[in-house]
């Protein structure tokens, strides 16, 4: 369902911008950046975005909410392709930069940032405390690190059901608790931390987003990329929602300030 060598290739990348939108590869499309960054002035800022994948996010955090200069960063070539060619189209070239990393420390000097943001992409980072350090790092004193992620519900072995879902996503998860996240966060400095569940919003979108794919947008997009990748999509997200009214899948908001210095 990807291109070799990467997880996200073209047609996943597709398939998931005509449920989540141009540039979105995680729910929710601009309403959800505004939710997550609620409470956070980020005129004249600058931002690491760490998984910018497609673009849109670096795009909403510029155009809709006055970010100075968004670098984000991916391992994959293709979402990148994509995220460069969106913002070509919005005319953010100057104000928004993409580049491909590897995995690994981040490749900025100590306090580049304001802010360092994520969306749905941590996930596949399984070792939160070296990222987390590695966020306290880059970010100046008094800024926040802002991100939202797939949590898992629980430090124990994902039910049956959970791990069926995780399997047919295919997407190496390395799923962690809220817990964890927070006691990653402030083992590495941070203060005010917190974590704020999205799991009753995202039950309800993703129960909807599964219909759609079962009526005519996935009758649309099986005659573009073929009935069985869109079969499939249907099964992960028929194996998604069952997990999260579980409450077991919780996707949830990520805040954290590193102190300033006394």
């Not at 975005?49 to 960063?73: E, F, R, S």
């Not at 690190?145 to 995780?166: R, V």
């Not at 817990?179 to 919003?201: I, K």
Request: charged share 25%; glycine share 12%; net charge negative.
């Amino acid at each position: 369902m990807h291109d070799e060598g990467e997880l996200y290739g073209d047609k996943l990348i597709r398939i998931l911008q005509a449920v989540w939108g141009e540039g979105f590869l995680s729910p929710g499309g601009e309403a959800e950046v505004a939710r997550l960054v609620a409470g956070h002035d980020l005129t004249g800022k600058t931002i690491l975005d760490i998984g910018c994948g497609a673009g849109g996010i670096d795009v909403a955090l510029v155009a809709n909410h006055g970010a100075a200069y968004v670098t984000g960063i991916d391992v994959e070539d293709g979402v990148l392709s994509h995220a460069r060619a969106l913002v070509k189209r919005r005319g953010l070239s100057d104000r928004i930069g993409v580049a491909k990393v590897a995995p690994g420390p981040f490749p900025f000097p100590a306090e580049s940032f304001d802010i360092v943001f994520s969306k749905d992409s941590i996930v596949h980072i399984p070792d939160k405390r070296a990222l987390m350090a590695e966020v306290y790092r880059v970010l100046r004193p008094g800024g926040w690190f802002i991100a939202s992620d797939w949590l898992i519900g629980h430090d124990g072995t994902p039910s049956p059901e959970m791990a069926a879902y995780i399997a047919a996503e295919g997407l190496d998860f390395g799923m962690a608790s809220p817990s964890r996240y927070a006691s990653a966060l402030r083992e590495a400095g941070f203060d005010q931390v917190s974590t704020t569940s999205r799991n009753a919003w995202y039950a309800e979108v993703a129960q909807a987003e599964l219909q759609r794919l079962q009526g005519p947008l996935g009758d649309q997009m099986a005659d573009e990329l073929g009935r069985d990748f869109v079969d499939h999509n249907i099964e992960i997200w028929g194996r998604m929602v069952p997990v999260l009214r579980s409450g077991e899948h919780c996707p949830t908001h990520l805040h954290g300030r590193k102190p300033v210095a006394n």
